[in-house]
């Protein structure tokens, strides 16, 4: 008897209805971490992005406010008033949290060259229950490289490139107008 009613439960949480974005699409608690790092260091091309394509999302619903916890980049790029599909679910937060990640590598591993910088914040916030979850082992530059067919020394190439970068900041406005009156006043 539990069974048509738990399928009947399914059913109706697997129903796509169409939403209008008003400030009540937010990334789930779980989902944070990962959306975060993808738009601190991820560049999300605006026009990769076509108002013509339909969004759907999965998303959890809380009180008529709807967490989503994949698809990343469209979520970044909607803006309020945007109308698109959404599915609610209902997983748990382990598997939402497994996801979130998933679709983080998944983006990272569309960047090319690689990026040295997105890796180390990915690998320096992924739990190590996602990490055995997702690899099957903690995560290693070297599994990238092997999903994306490339050998070390693009990665090594990229991490010369990066730290090279680093060692020749530029000053800042205000640094330079301090420098300025340092030099006048002395």
């Known amino acids: 008897m539990a069974k048509p009613v738990e399928q009947a439960n399914k059913s109706k949480s697997r129903r796509v209805g169409n939403f209008t974005v008003n400030s009540n699409l937010i990334a789930h608690e779980c989902a944070f ?21 339909s969004i759907l999302l999965e998303v959890v619903e ?3 406010l709807y967490y989503f916890f994949e698809n990343f980049k469209d979520a970044c790029l909607l803006l309020n ?12 937060k382990a598997e939402i949290e497994r996801r979130a990640w998933s679709c983080l590598m998944n983006e990272f591993t569309d960047v090319d060259p690689i990026n040295p910088r997105i890796f180390e914040a990915i ?13 099957n082992k903690p995560l290693t530059i070297q599994h990238i490289l092997d999903i994306k067919g490339l050998k070390r020394h693009h990665y090594d190439y990229q991490t010369s490139l990066y730290r090279n970068q680093q060692l020749t900041t530029i000053p800042t406005f205000s640094e330079l ?3 300025v009156l340092y030099d006048n006043n002395n």
């Open 81 to 92: 008033g945007t109308q698109i599909s959404i599915r609610k679910v209902n997983p748990s």
């Open 33 to 53: 971490k990962p959306y975060q790092i993808f738009c601190e260091l991820f560049d999300a091309k605006v026009n990769a992005f076509s108002t013509d394509r």
């Open 177 to 179: 107008i301090g420098e």
């Open 62 to 64: 809380i009180n008529e």
């Open 123 to 135: 690998k320096s916030s992924m739990p190590a229950q996602i990490q055995q979850a997702l690899f």
